[in-house]
Antibody, heavy 117, light 109 residues
Framework: QVQLQESGPGLVKPAETLSLTCAVS?????????WSWVRQPPGKGLEWIGE???????TYNPSFKSRVTMSVDTSKNQFSLNLNSVTAADTALYYC??????????WGKGTTVTFSS | EIVLTQSPGTLSLSPGERATLSCRAS???????AAWYQQKPGQAPRLLIYSVSSRATGIPDRFSGSGSGTDFTLTISRVEPEDFGVYYCQQYGDSPLYTFGQGTKLEIK
């Protein structure tokens, strides 16, 4: 059974870089799927940040394009998100997901990132 | 960017009633790549429906999806107490690749 587990610092400071990792278990990251990050601000809806393929190819949401970088480590079966120049607006629950048929068919439990001055 | 608008904002139903949730897109959704998710408090979203009408693995057949073009519907034939939560529609195809609706909250009376 595929499982995704997000990890990273719970607190970030202004202008710092947010770095999160998603560990994939029960499934090879080199399976041809794409893998995404989605976030959810407190009490709000879902926002797609971007996706990455095992090959390292990426597609980003233009809203984040200048600040986001994603990478994949096939040897560790994990992928990562870096979001720089963070502000309070980046406070959210961050999910990693597996892309299915033009949808997100597996989700991690999410990790909360809070902005701290 | 394709904007998805869901209605109603909140739906309050008794067990056994039929639930109809709507999702309207600001432009035609490519190849009808529309999906639906259920999110319960404190949990990650769960995929219910993809490609408009295909049920995800393990989803009960009381959940069904329909629609095309710009209008999509999620129907729960007979609402069960465990169906409470927020339901989101999602489209694939335009930039950004994925966008979500703002959600419909289903309350069980």
């Amino acid at each position: 059974q595929v499982q995704l587990q997000e990890s990273g610092p719970g607190l970030v400071k202004p202008a710092e870089t947010l770095s999160l990792t998603c560990a994939v278990s029960g499934h090879s990251i080199s399976s041809g799927h794409w893998w995404s990050w989605v976030r959810q601000p407190p009490g709000k809806g879902l926002e797609w940040i971007g996706e990455i393929h095992e090959s390292g190819r990426t597609t980003y949401n233009p809203s984040f394009k200048s600040r986001v970088t994603m990478s994949v480590d096939t040897s560790k079966n994990q992928f990562s998100l870096n979001l720089n120049s963070v502000t309070a607006a980046d406070t959210a629950l961050y999910y990693c997901t597996r892309q299915g048929h033009y949808c997100m068919d597996v989700w991690g439990k999410g990790t909360t990132v809070t902005f701290s001055s | 960017e394709i904007v998805l608008t869901q209605s109603p904002g909140t739906l309050s139903l008794s067990p056994g009633e039929r639930a109809t949730l709507s999702c309207r897109a600001s432009q035609t959704v490519s190849n009808n790549y529309a999906a639906w998710y259920q999110q319960k408090p404190g949990q990650a979203p769960r995929l219910l429906i993809y490609s408009v009408s295909s049920r995800a693995t393990g989803i009960p057949d009381r959940f069904s999806g329909s629609g095309s073009g710009t209008d999509f519907t999620l129907t729960i034939s007979r609402v069960e107490p465990e169906d409470f939560g927020v339901y989101y529609c999602q489209q694939y195809g335009d930039s950004p690749l994925y966008t979500f609706g703002q959600g419909t909250k289903l309350e069980i009376k």
